[in-house]
């Protein structure tokens, strides 16, 4: 960027770093830059994009051009694997830096730009909702293998009214409950001064009650599930199938 100066935005990828998004499944070979004017070439490890930025679709981070969050979520969209993009895109809205209006909006302008299958499942899938990696990937998963769309976040109440829990994934109709369980639950989000021990029973009691206060199923998925996409599908179809 000190080369460049402002002849340059950061792009692609490498503005997905410069916003502060998650890396997963991107390509961080190369450094992304899209000219202003002119451009579209590649070497030496970075990608030169040609120009056709609008206003709009830059910011300005430590004193250098990086494109816009919306503009970033498409460009990535656009080289990325789908699964990476939904990523991007749910991580992105889900902090306020854009939103899904805002991205269909950017997209219907786009009419030179390459379309793909990156964009076109982002379009269908990212949600602000997904809190992490493993909930926009989990929801890939279930639009891929055909199930039925559940509803993100959804919220539990005591008879009082007071709010028990939130959970991943619901689908109220086959009485069944999803969570995505990764490190982060039982590390970076313990309580101050609570063991992992802790940590894992606090979470099973937490469950107790949902099932208890419900009656519905709830199934748990981690990085292993999402790695056998038709057999985590397949489980997930035989619980919906029993409500039926």
């Given amino acids: 960027m000190r ?9 692609h990828t490498s503005a997905v770093i410069q916003h502060g998004g998650p890396t997963w499944g991107l390509d961080l070979s190369s ?10 070439r590649k070497g030496a490890g970075v990608v030169h994009h040609h120009g056709a930025c609008r206003v709009q679709d ?34 992105f809205m889900h902090r306020g830096l854009t939103s899904m209006p805002e991205i269909l909006q950017l997209e219907g302008a786009r009419q030179l730009w390459p379309n793909s299958l990156g964009v076109n499942v982002m379009l269908h899938v990212a949600d602000g ?28 109440y005591l008879p009082d009214g007071r709010l ?35 940590a894992v029973l ?9 099932l208890e206060l419900t009656g519905w199923r709830i199934i748990r998925l981690t990085w292993e599930d999402l790695a056998q ?16």
């Fill in 58 to 91: 830059l910011s300005r981070i430590d004193d250098h051009w990086v494109t816009s969050p919306t503009r970033t979520v498409l460009d990535t969209a656009s080289v990325a694997r789908p699964e990476a993009a939904v990523v991007v895109a749910s991580d």
């Fill in 129 to 156: 909702r997904f809190e992490s990696v493993g909930e926009s990937r989990a929801a890939c998963l279930m639009w891929a293998q055909g199930l039925p769309t559940p509803i993100p976040q959804w919220e539990i």
């Fill in 202 to 210: 606090r979470e099973k009691r937490r469950e107790e009650a949902i």
């Fill in 3 to 11: 080369q460049y100066d402002d002849h340059v935005a950061l792009s």
């Fill in 164 to 198: 028990l829990a939130r959970v991943d994934f619901a689908w109220p109709e086959g009485r069944l409950l999803c969570e995505f369980d990764g490190r982060i639950k039982y590390t970076a989000l313990r309580r101050p001064n609570e063991s992992i021990e802790q």
């Fill in 31 to 40: 450094v992304h830059l899209t000219h202003v004017t002119g451009g579209g």
């Fill in 229 to 244: 996409p038709a057999v985590t599908a397949a489980r997930i179809r035989r619980l919906l199938e029993r409500a039926a």
